[in-house]
């Protein structure tokens, strides 16, 4: 699975807002965008940084209780997902401590 990230600009330098409403009416300065195809691996790895960076170290609670959620609804996809997300958590929090070791 590829996940596309796009960040665009107006000419003017300015970042959108990222809503995806349609302005097609209303008249504004032709945008710039630059894509970046990332694979599921590193969408988790990203996510799991900020997650750390959000909540600290909640983060594995957080990303626990998610988990539960996702099982009682019944979505499997997303248990897998956040499961790599728990993963590459866990992976951060061990490089960490073997940091400051």
């Known amino acids: 699975m590829n996940i596309v990230m796009r960040s665009c600009e107006n000419v ?3 970042v959108a807002a990222g809503s995806y409403m349609d302005y097609s009416s209303i008249r ?3 945008r710039k965008c630059a ?4 694979t599921l691996d590193d969408a988790t790895a990203i996510y799991a940084r900020a997650c750390r ?6 983060a594995p609670g957080v990303v626990k209780r998610r988990i539960k959620e996702l099982q009682r609804a019944g979505d ?6 956040w499961s790599k997300v ?3 958590l ?3 929090q061990g ?4 940091a400051t070791a």
């Open 35 to 38: 894509s970046m195809y990332a």
């Open 86 to 88: 728990a993963q590459q």
């Open 53 to 58: 960076a959000w909540y600290g170290k909640r």
């Open 28 to 30: 504004r300065p032709p």
């Open 12 to 14: 003017t330098g300015a």
């Open 76 to 81: 499997a996809e997303g248990v897998e997902v």
């Open 90 to 92: 866990s992976q951060l």
């Open 95 to 98: 490089h960490k401590q073997a």
